[in-house]
């Protein structure tokens, strides 16, 4: 496979004392390491502080130094525990991400945000460290289950938009069942496309924020799922936030009438599920957005939005009146 | 004093949505603050998992934000702890240290080192994360026992002997009792030097380890002392590891002869004991340097040197037979 040939260039690069490689119970039996592995139970469970600890243990007890290499073979919540775990053992030593399901290859593995879980908060606890490298392989993507490509596929397709006329045109036209064969090129392509952002803004203060495309109505349709007790995806709340973003993108920046359209039906439709929100929750999502700690000012409602695929608009302040008069017709 | 006008005029400058002072228990009671104050138990047992923990809890529930301002008032254990909760706090909030002791004016609250000990080992987690600012405000020192001032002066005279033979001849002629007024000047002058090498040098790859005269031997000193169960400061251990560096420079870098003597009567036998360890526990103490893992290769035992006061020599390999005919002399 693939990534071992590039962890082994990359080991061979980097001349660590040790190297110790953090997995999940689920990953864990679809590869073999000569060499020590961690394993951590799957899940967002295991983003606590309770399993850093572990972890932090383990590599103490185990002898591993500031010249060791620590390697993520995993999702999100690998690369995010492992990278924490890392950033911070000795004042932090090297590591590398190898991700293995679409969303942590096009998004989580990639651009140094790490943390844990705490108090109830999704990475309340964490750091920006960047890894040494993330390694890519699409291969991994035929060990998943549909349902989670599908919730990797979102971010795929906002980087796409926010980057790639070509790789839009290929994620308009994927067939039913998504494979490593058809989405990964485009997967490797949004890793390097987030890494290149990321370079160029490792602290988000500028540029990075354009990665939020999709995410101001994206996270209002999260929230407002998850107090209703009925829970949805992080990927499934963007594909809808996508939507949003396109349409106000038509409205406000320029965006070619049509394309929210044909996003709808060709990516939105295909693959993801109806939303439970109904017109009638649109000023709750409105106040939610309000909320949005990445607003500049509070009650200030911006979105990033697109003048065209490739061309996006950073933090267009979006009044509230749009927002209702449009809200219906967007879900 | 000093400190609050300075403190004040940071808050302006950095505008935090709010402000949260950490202090430890015998620190607390000398100062009053109109806002969040947290309280830790006074002690290394404060640098603790538990303790950052309940650290990370208050600032979650008391609604700390990305916005929010961290001040650490207090010694080392105060800015090394709370610096880390700082660091991983939301990835990473703002925070300004105040040092109240010498050790951590001159040392400890400056340059970006944080974090807790953890599985028994000191500072085993932690990150490398830059203050804001170090308020350094000598009018704290007149809290503080004379055992206290003298543990903090050894990194003010290994500053000194670094970076300016005028101050190192304050130090040379300093009455036995100490105070903010006959060492508050060495003291502000010694984290300004600090500050200025490790803005030369932020990760520790070149320049800074320069600061770590006086400690090759120093922590070997240390080490024994625990062992035997006759466990010495810090700054103890420090003053003696300054005199086996002079003795080194005079030998081996061009010191003028006579210096180290003059330290030794001058500093070392004025305010510190001498050391439990003796000449037969020379071959020890060079097995304890060998080992030490800021050596460029294993058992290679590295200095930091002297060619005069002002000008170090960064890592000088020391043949362990010149260490073993000069061990007894040096103490």
């Given at each position: 496979?693939?990534?071992?040939e ?5 080991i ?9 490689v953090?997995?999940d ?7 073999h ?8 139970p ?8 309770d399993?850093?600890a572990?972890v932090w243990?383990?590599?103490?007890s185990?002898?591993?130094?500031r ?8 999702g999100?919540?690998?690369s ?11 004042r932090g030593?090297?590591f590398?991400n190898?991700?293995?399901t679409?969303l ?9 945000k790490?943390?844990i879980?705490?108090?109830g908060?999704k990475n309340?606890v964490?750091?920006?460290r960047m ?8 291969s991994?993507?035929d060990?998943?289950p549909q ?13 796409a938009?926010l ?10 036209n994927?067939?039913e069942?998504?494979t490593?064969h058809?989405?990964?090129h ?11 952002v ?7 203060k ?5 990665l939020?495309l ?12 998850a ?8 990927g499934t709340a ?5 939507l949003?973003?396109?349409?106000l993108?038509e ?8 394309m ?12 993801y ?7 009638r929750?649109?000023p709750?999502?409105?106040g ?8 500049p000012?509070v ?10 695929v ?13 927002l ?8």
């Amino acid at each position: 496979m693939k990534w071992r040939e590039e962890l082994s260039a990359e080991i061979e690069r980097l001349r660590p004392d040790r190297v110790f490689v953090l997995t999940d119970s689920n990953v864990s039996p679809l590869f073999h390491w000569d060499g020590t592995v961690l394993v951590v139970p799957a899940g967002e469970e295991s983003k606590s502080l309770d399993i850093l600890a572990g972890v932090w243990e383990d590599l103490s007890s185990l002898g591993a130094t500031r010249r060791s290499l620590f390697v993520n073979i995993g999702g999100g919540v690998v690369s995010d525990l492992g990278g924490f775990a890392a950033a911070t053992f000795k004042r932090g030593i090297r590591f590398v991400n190898v991700p293995t399901t679409l969303l942590a290859m096009s998004d989580a593995a990639i651009g140094g945000k790490t943390g844990i879980d705490f108090g109830g908060l999704k990475n309340e606890v964490g750091a920006f460290r960047m890894p040494e490298r993330v390694i890519v392989d699409a291969s991994w993507l035929d060990t998943l289950p549909q349902s989670q490509m599908r919730e990797g596929l979102a971010e795929v397709v906002k980087s796409a938009l926010l980057g790639s006329e070509d790789v839009y045109g290929e994620l308009l036209n994927l067939p039913e069942t998504l494979t490593a064969h058809n989405v990964g090129h485009a997967a490797e392509w949004s890793a390097r496309f987030k890494e290149d952002v990321v370079a160029h803004d490792p602290h988000e203060k500028g540029l990075r924020r354009i990665l939020n495309l999709g995410h101001t109505a994206g996270h209002a349709f999260e929230s407002l799922a998850a107090r209703v007790g009925k829970p949805i995806g992080h990927g499934t709340a963007v594909a809808h936030g996508l939507l949003v973003a396109l349409r106000l993108s038509e409205r406000l920046t320029g965006l070619t009438p049509g394309m929210a359209d044909e996003y709808k039906q060709k990516i939105l439709n295909r693959f993801y599920p109806a939303l439970p929100p109904e017109c009638r929750d649109v000023p709750k999502l409105i106040g939610i957005m309000a909320h949005d700690k990445k607003n500049p000012a509070v009650g200030e409602i911006s979105f990033v939005l697109l003048r065209a695929v490739g061309e996006p608009v950073e933090a267009v302040r979006v009044d509230e009146k749009i927002l209702l008069s449009d809200g219906c017709e967007g879900n």
